[in-house]
């Protein structure tokens, strides 16, 4: 079984993530994509983002039509900061011995994962999906095999489509009363407007 891992605050999630998310999907013909939502994301220690629970309701709304596409609640189960190596080592506790994980990241995340905590330990334990990020340099695998051994082996550079969509523009739009239809799913959209989110 291949299993796709796609962490992020999803605060809101968006049409972006979900097309990610597919087309990695296609690209590598992956059972499964798993959404999973951060508890406290260790990067982002000064940001303030929206409680738990509605991030986990609208993610869980945003895949609820696509079979391929589950939702893991483990770092929101987690007390205390999230990191993305006790993620992924609680989540092959859960998963058949023989899944094999590939871990989603855009290139702005890849630049930084010397920065994660045990990021060898990440690249040992499932191989990396790199997707394009608008804006952002394309990394440079050899510059990083340098600081994490073994990382240019066991990284896919994948040429997909991408949108250029971000959750703080979709904040930004709702804040100042401006619309965000088609950027994020009617569901999604709708929940927003129920519970006066990013007012």
């Known amino acids: 079984m291949k299993i796709g891992l796609l962490g992020g605050t999803f605060d809101p999630i ?7 998310a597919e087309e990695v999907r296609l690209c590598l013909k992956l059972d499964h994509v798993f959404f999973i939502p951060a508890g406290q994301p260790w990067l982002k220690g000064n940001s303030v983002i ?8 609208m993610t869980s709304l945003a895949i609820a039509s696509n079979s391929y596409f589950k939702l ?19 989540l092959q506790t859960q998963f058949n011995s023989a899944a094999r994980l590939f871990l989603i990241l855009g290139w702005d995340s ?6 994660w905590k045990e990021p060898d330990k990440v690249v ?8 394009p990020r608008l804006n952002y340099p394309k990394p440079d695998l050899k510059s990083l095999d ?8 066991n990284t896919l550079m994948l ?14 739009r709702v804040a ?10 009617q569901e999604v959209e709708k929940y927003i407007a129920k519970n006066r989110l990013y007012r």
Do not use: F, W
């Open 72 to 90: 893991s609640t483990v770092e929101i189960d987690h007390p205390g900061p999230s990191y993305t190596v006790n993620t992924i080592k609680t």
């Open 159 to 172: 040429d997909i489509m991408t949108i250029d969509i971000s959750s703080s523009e979709i904040r930004r």
């Open 146 to 153: 340098k600081t994490i051994s073994g990382i240019a082996s």
């Open 110 to 115: 890849l630049n930084e994962l010397p920065l």
């Open 14 to 20: 968006h049409i972006g993530h979900l097309i990610i």
């Open 50 to 57: 929206s409680e738990a629970r509605h991030r986990v309701t």
């Open 124 to 131: 040992s334990i499932c191989q990396l999906a790199v997707v």
């Open 176 to 185: 100042e009363g401006v619309s965000i239809r088609y950027l994020v799913p």
